[in-house]
């Protein structure tokens, strides 16, 4: 079994900073792409970066500048570094990644529990 494990929510104000941090864990034979997704109350839920095994990145247009994904392939780990938050950065954060289990030959994606940001104005 496979689980991604969030942390680093939490209450700030606008224009503070917030770092979040997802650790995969379990039989991992290898972790293909990685991202952060979120989703606010009655809106759907939407990617907000992702990144490649290979460190290539990718942004939301609302959050370019401001946030920061990284990984460290070696710890199975992505975090995502958030700065100059907005109350519409306001939502629960989730942690994907693309793993192909050890003895299993799909990849499959794996979802964290969410962890929650709140923006205050």
């Known amino acids: 079994q496979v689980q991604l494990v969030e942390s680093g929510g939490g209450l700030v104000q606008a224009g503070g900073s917030l770092r979040l941090s997802c650790a995969a864990s379990?039989?991992?034979?290898?972790?293909?792409?990685m991202a952060w997704y979120r989703q606010a109350p009655g809106k759907q839920r939407e990617l907000v970066a992702s990144?490649?095994?290979?460190?290539?990145?990718n942004y939301a247009d609302s959050v370019k500048g401001r946030f920061t994904i990284s990984r460290d392939n070696a710890k199975n780990t992505v975090s995502l570094q958030m700065n100059s938050l907005r109350p519409e950065d306001t939502a629960l954060y989730y942690c994907?990644?693309?793993?192909?289990?050890?003895?299993?030959?799909?990849?499959?994606?794996?979802w964290g529990q969410g962890t929650q940001v709140t923006v205050s104005s």
């Open positions: 994907n990644a693309n793993i192909r289990e050890i003895m299993r030959p799909r990849w499959n994606a794996y």
């Open positions: 379990g039989s991992i034979f290898n972790i293909n792409g």
């Open positions: 990144v490649s095994s290979g460190g290539s990145t």
